[in-house]
């Protein structure tokens, strides 16, 4: 795997509400506390206006990296809710005119995210390390610095709307690889990082560690399963990942990592 990056972009996305699935989650929907590589695909793909399921092989790990941390001094609240869903046969009966009626509804309990004052608020580090990506990453910037946000950015779900700013470019010249760090500001995969919990420094860390999707199925492989008459999207990758509640600095030891000016970054790549 190449450590060269050649181009990073760094941003900041907020909103009143989020919420990002467990994918191991069925009758109640949890919430991961921040969003996963997945989740990040989807907004640029959105911003950038791509068809559903058609960019998983454009923003591939082997071209891409990406990082999230909760920007510091945010602080989320999870408060679960009960949610009424059009039930299944409901939906066909509206869609075909088959099926019966009588359930028009379906409640789902799901994890919402909230913010304990003012908005949620991310900061998202998106690199590429493949030069005819590179052209891509530039229109993203465009895009953004113009507040041009294509089919629209949201937390997780399509109700819980989102807004981008501070974004921030840095060159291949500022973006230094070291193979060992002794702290992070971002998430990390659980096999690059070893948070020392003696360190004094690490006091009033909350650590969180989820396992995550990292990369979904190539878009034909969708396809054969949309032509099956199931919905089509898979996950690929699945990794586990540990990150800090409200975006403190985790001292450790940290594999693969990256500078940017004072902040030590790792990604969902490894």
């Known amino acids: 795997m190449t ?83 059009l039930h299944p046969d409901y939906f066909k009966f509206l869609c075909k005119g088959t099926g019966k009626a009588k359930n028009m509804h379906g409640q789902c309990k799901l994890e919402l995210l909230m913010p304990e004052s003012k908005t949620i608020d991310y900061t998202i580090y998106v690199g590429v390390v493949a030069d005819d990506f ?28 989102a807004d981008i700013d501070h974004i921030q470019s840095y060159p291949k010249e500022l973006i230094c690889f070291t193979e060992s760090a002794e702290y992070t500001d971002s998430l990390c995969l659980q096999e690059n990082g070893e948070p020392d919990m003696t360190d004094d420094r ?25 032509a099956k008459g199931d919905p089509g999207r898979m996950i690929h990758t699945v990794k586990r990942v540990l990150h800090e509640k409200s975006g403190k600095r985790i001292f450790g030891k940290f594999k693969n990592s990256y500078q940017i000016e004072d902040k030590i970054i790792t990604f969902y790549e490894g």
Request: glycine letters at 4%; a positive charge.
């Open 134 to 161: 590179k052209k891509l990453l530039d229109d993203l910037e465009t895009r953004i610095r113009h507040r041009d946000f294509g089919y629209g950015v949201y937390l997780g779900q399509r109700q819980f709307m």
């Open 3 to 85: 450590h060269n990056i050649l181009k990073l972009l760094s941003f900041r996305v907020s909103g009143q509400f989020a919420h990002f699935r467990k994918f191991y989650t069925n009758a109640s929907s949890l919430s991961y506390l921040i969003p996963p590589r997945t989740v990040i695909m989807g907004m640029l793909a959105s911003v950038l206006r791509y068809k559903r399921d058609s960019y998983y092989e454009v923003f591939c790990p082997e071209k891409f990296r990406t990082s999230a941390a909760v920007t510091p001094g945010t602080r989320i609240k999870k408060k679960m809710q009960s949610l009424n869903y």
């Open 202 to 226: 690490n006091l009033d860390t909350h650590i969180v560690v989820d396992q995550m999707p990292v990369h979904m199925e190539n878009e034909k492989i969708v396809e054969k399963r949309k």
